[in-house]
């Protein structure tokens, strides 16, 4: 082993001099110099990419924003008319109105066709004994049920006995009534009382809701048609000549076929008014009063069925209840002299005079003067469109996957929403209070919609209140049906849920179709909510309340999966043609467009802003990237 010695030499040997040790801190330093200036120049090219294609993706939204609004050329007319002056008040007030007779006659049916107690009429008895009370010729010519109660369709048959006789020995022979019937319990005049609607003829329920529906099915197909081939102000005129003729009709019935007949054209009725307003509406408001006047419309539709409620408690007879409740459709004859057409619908029919002499009208109502340079601007395309029709639902790609979409929403919240209100029935509760009660927690629900649409935009406003009630849906199916007051709540939340549901998805559907066809569209989509309707009772009819209850759950969810993939529409202007559905309304494209334009548009002020800031922002990662090139 060597000396101690012979290491201080080694050592002091591969001692470096002081020269080459600075030399080489010198080139180590450089190197590590260069690889932090590489390493953070990556780190600053990634994020500078990554800001740039995030920043570059609003501002190419903003400017097809603008773009849009320039072409637009209602919007600029409607800055300068008054987003909601004198007139458009007026419009709002004209279409609200209706919707409480709308409401009366929907849900007239609840009212007119009570179950009543009846028993055969045993008059005959009353020739042998005049001074019998009803309860001892009930006594005497009805047979008992297993239960102790009086049958309602058989009678003892009559003999030719005296009074005491037929007291002593009693009747044993039995038959069916044969004399019509009696309904000694009965306060209020119906339908039933009155045609006699029991035993054979007992009314079945399913076969009036099924009238009802087919009405509602022809007259979403019939007056979505008749909407767009002759405009919304016809279309509404004849909606409610059919309310006249069909629904104040109906108190003159003397069958009850013909009352069916008549129920059956005035849900034809109910159904074009409502697509009619909700188009007429959307063509002429802005933004958020838009959306304030289709809130307005349904909450007055629950507030009709309030007051018919009330009238059918203090009213005994139910052409008494259709002739008071009903006549204030005539005061609604005056539409001819005051209800505007739409602009939109006159210019896309090549009715351009038409449409500016509407617009100055309005502009005289609300003391505005339209500038002839901005009215000129109201031309024809030059490029001609193809005349749109029903078939542009299966032939343009783009509509006719955001019907399928709609559908299928509307399908599941029309299912919810009955499967619900069905529930109401098994918990025995009075008619008129049940109603009342759903009647009142449906006006808050339709006006906390005001808030969702305003903080976060149409679609997830559909997905909130969507998801809400299949919320409910999955708590029906867990909770036991023997907790009622629990039961009570967690159906009274699932209406408010709906009921938002119902009023949004109505505001965010006529905002989506195009002016072309907004009203066939509409009335597609009332399809799917009648479908969703008929399977609904259908189930309830057939007790598989679990089942339509999981279904409710089942197509919620994949409702909540389709609506992420719809475009928001909040802010955006209406498209008018076909082509601008399928350029600006595109499904699956990417999420930039989602974005309300009022983030992007609110910090530009013009096209050429937008247009310089791009180009601004191109040009630094050009100099940037030159830069990091040189330095490599």
Same mark, same amino acid.
């Given at each position: 082993?060597?000396?101690?010695?012979?290491?201080?030499?080694?050592?002091?040997?591969?001692?470096?001099?002081?020269?080459?040790?600075?030399?080489?801190?010198?080139?180590?330093?450089?190197?590590?110099?260069?690889?932090?200036?590489?390493?953070?120049?990556?780190?600053?090219?990634?994020?500078?990419?990554?800001?740039?294609?995030?920043?570059?993706?609003?501002?190419?939204?903003?400017?097809?924003?603008?773009?849009?609004?320039?072409?637009?050329?209602?919007?600029?007319?409607?800055?300068?008319?008054?987003?909601?002056?004198?007139?458009?008040?007026?419009?709002?007030?004209?279409?609200?109105?209706?919707?409480?007779?709308?409401?009366?006659?929907?849900?007239?049916?609840?009212?007119?066709?009570?179950?009543?107690?009846?028993?055969?009429?045993?008059?005959?008895?009353?020739?042998?004994?005049?001074?019998?009370?009803?309860?001892?010729?009930?006594?005497?010519?009805?047979?008992?049920?297993?239960?102790?109660?009086?049958?309602?369709?058989?009678?003892?048959?009559?003999?030719?006995?005296?009074?005491?006789?037929?007291?002593?020995?009693?009747?044993?022979?039995?038959?069916?009534?044969?004399?019509?019937?009696?309904?000694?319990?009965?306060?209020?005049?119906?339908?039933?009382?009155?045609?006699?609607?029991?035993?054979?003829?007992?009314?079945?329920?399913?076969?009036?809701?099924?009238?009802?529906?087919?009405?509602?099915?022809?007259?979403?197909?019939?007056?979505?048609?008749?909407?767009?081939?002759?405009?919304?102000? *016809?279309?509404? /005129? @004849?909606?409610? $000549?059919?309310?006249?003729?069909?629904?104040?009709?109906? &108190?003159? =019935?003397?069958? !009850?076929?013909?009352?069916?007949?008549?129920?059956?054209?005035?849900?034809?009725?109910?159904?074009?008014?409502?697509?009619?307003?909700?188009?007429?509406?959307?063509?002429?408001?802005?933004?958020?009063?838009?959306?304030?006047?289709?809130?307005?419309?349904?909450?007055?539709?629950?507030?009709?069925?309030?007051?018919?409620?009330?009238?059918?408690?203090?009213?005994?007879?139910?052409?008494?209840?259709?002739?008071?409740?009903?006549?204030?459709?005539?005061?609604?004859?005056?539409?001819?002299?005051?209800?505007?057409?739409?602009?939109?619908?006159?210019?896309?029919?090549?009715?351009?005079?038409?449409?500016?002499?509407?617009?100055?009208?309005?502009?005289?109502?609300?003391?505005?003067?339209? *500038?002839?340079? /901005? @009215?000129?601007? $109201?031309?024809?395309?030059?490029?001609?469109?193809?005349? &749109?029709? =029903?078939?542009? !639902?299966?032939?343009?790609?783009?509509?006719?996957?955001?019907?399928?979409?709609?559908?299928?929403?509307?399908?599941?919240?029309?299912?919810?929403?009955?499967?619900?209100?069905?529930?109401?029935?098994?918990?025995?509760?009075?008619?008129?209070?049940?109603?009342?009660?759903?009647?009142?927690?449906?006006?808050?629900?339709?006006?906390?919609?005001?808030?969702?649409?305003?903080?976060?935009?149409?679609?997830?406003?559909?997905?909130?209140?969507?998801?809400?009630?299949?919320?409910?849906?999955?708590?029906?199916?867990?909770?036991?049906?023997?907790?009622?007051?629990?039961?009570?709540?967690?159906?009274?939340?699932?209406?408010?849920?709906?009921?938002?549901?119902?009023?949004?998805?109505?505001?965010?559907?006529?905002? @989506?179709?195009?002016?072309?066809?907004?009203?066939?569209?509409?009335?597609?989509?009332?399809?799917?909510?009648?479908?969703?309707?008929?399977?609904?009772?259908?189930?309830?009819?057939?007790?598989?309340?679990?089942?339509?209850?999981?279904?409710?759950?089942?197509?919620?969810?994949?409702?909540?999966?389709?609506?992420?993939?719809?475009?928001?529409?909040?802010?955006?202007?209406?498209?008018?043609?076909?082509?601008?559905?399928?350029?600006?309304?595109?499904?699956?494209?990417?999420?930039?467009?989602?974005?309300?334009?009022?983030?992007?548009?609110?910090?530009?002020?013009?096209?050429?802003?937008?247009?310089?800031?791009?180009?601004?922002?191109?040009?630094?990662?050009?100099?940037?990237?030159?830069?990091?090139?040189?330095?490599?």
């Amino acid at each position: 082993m060597p000396a101690p010695e012979v290491w201080d030499v080694v050592a002091i040997a591969t001692v470096p001099h002081p020269f080459f040790e600075q030399m080489a801190n010198e080139d180590n330093l450089r190197v590590e110099l260069k690889c932090q200036r590489s390493s953070r120049s990556s780190v600053q090219h990634e994020s500078a990419e990554s800001s740039y294609s995030s920043s570059l993706k609003t501002l190419l939204h903003s400017l097809r924003g603008i773009k849009t609004n320039q072409n637009d050329k209602f919007a600029s007319i409607m800055d300068v008319l008054g987003e909601f002056g004198t007139f458009q008040q007026r419009l709002v007030a004209l279409t609200f109105l209706p919707y409480i007779v709308v409401a009366f006659f929907i849900f007239v049916d609840i009212y007119t066709c009570t179950d009543q107690k009846s028993y055969c009429n045993t008059s005959w008895i009353l020739a042998v004994g005049p001074n019998l009370s009803d309860a001892e010729q009930l006594n005497l010519t009805l047979p008992r049920d297993t239960n102790g109660s009086f049958m309602t369709c058989l009678m003892y048959t009559p003999v030719a006995w005296d009074l005491d006789s037929i007291i002593q020995f009693g009747l044993n022979n039995t038959q069916s009534c044969y004399d019509g019937w009696i309904y000694p319990q009965s306060k209020t005049r119906s339908i039933i009382n009155e045609f006699d609607l029991v035993c054979d003829e007992e009314i079945n329920v399913d076969v009036m809701r099924t009238i009802d529906l087919a009405g509602l099915l022809i007259g979403s197909l019939l007056f979505g048609l008749i909407s767009d081939k002759i405009g919304r102000y *016809p279309s509404i /005129l @004849l909606s409610i $000549l059919g309310l006249m003729i069909f629904g104040f009709g109906t &108190a003159f =019935v003397n069958s !009850f076929h013909q009352y069916l007949f008549f129920r059956f054209g005035a849900w034809q009725a109910l159904t074009g008014y409502s697509i009619s307003s909700v188009a007429l509406t959307t063509e002429w408001l802005m933004g958020e009063h838009r959306a304030h006047a289709i809130i307005l419309d349904q909450c007055f539709f629950s507030l009709g069925a309030l007051l018919l409620m009330g009238l059918a408690y203090s009213l005994p007879h139910w052409r008494l209840l259709i002739l008071l409740g009903g006549a204030p459709v005539f005061s609604f004859f005056s539409f001819i002299w005051v209800l505007p057409e739409s602009p939109r619908w006159l210019m896309m029919r090549g009715k351009v005079e038409a449409a500016k002499q509407v617009l100055c009208y309005a502009a005289s109502v609300n003391k505005k003067t339209i *500038p002839l340079s /901005l @009215l000129d601007k $109201l031309q024809v395309p030059e490029k001609s469109m193809p005349q &749109a029709s =029903v078939l542009d !639902f299966y032939n343009n790609r783009h509509l006719r996957k955001m019907t399928l979409v709609m559908g299928c929403v509307w399908f599941t919240v029309s299912h919810c929403y009955f499967t619900l209100k069905s529930k109401m029935k098994d918990f025995g509760v009075n008619i008129h209070i049940s109603q009342m009660i759903l009647c009142i927690v449906e006006v808050p629900a339709r006006l906390c919609c005001i808030f969702l649409l305003e903080q976060i935009g149409r679609k997830w406003s559909l997905v909130v209140t969507v998801f809400q009630g299949t919320f409910i849906n999955l708590l029906i199916l867990i909770f036991p049906s023997e907790s009622k007051s629990i039961m009570v709540l967690i159906v009274l939340l699932g209406q408010f849920s709906l009921a938002a549901s119902v009023t949004v998805f109505f505001i965010y559907t006529a905002e @989506l179709l195009p002016t072309v066809l907004r009203a066939t569209g509409l009335g597609l989509v009332y399809l799917a909510w009648a479908a969703g309707a008929i399977l609904s009772l259908t189930l309830v009819s057939q007790s598989l309340t679990t089942i339509s209850s999981s279904l409710c759950c089942i197509s919620a969810i994949c409702a909540l999966l389709l609506c992420s993939i719809l475009p928001e529409t909040c802010g955006q202007p209406l498209s008018d043609y076909l082509e601008d559905c399928s350029s600006e309304t595109s499904l699956f494209t990417t999420k930039s467009q989602d974005l309300p334009p009022e983030n992007t548009l609110c910090s530009y002020e013009s096209e050429e802003v937008v247009k310089n800031t791009i180009l601004n922002m191109m040009m630094n990662v050009d100099l940037e990237e030159t830069t990091d090139r040189r330095d490599d």
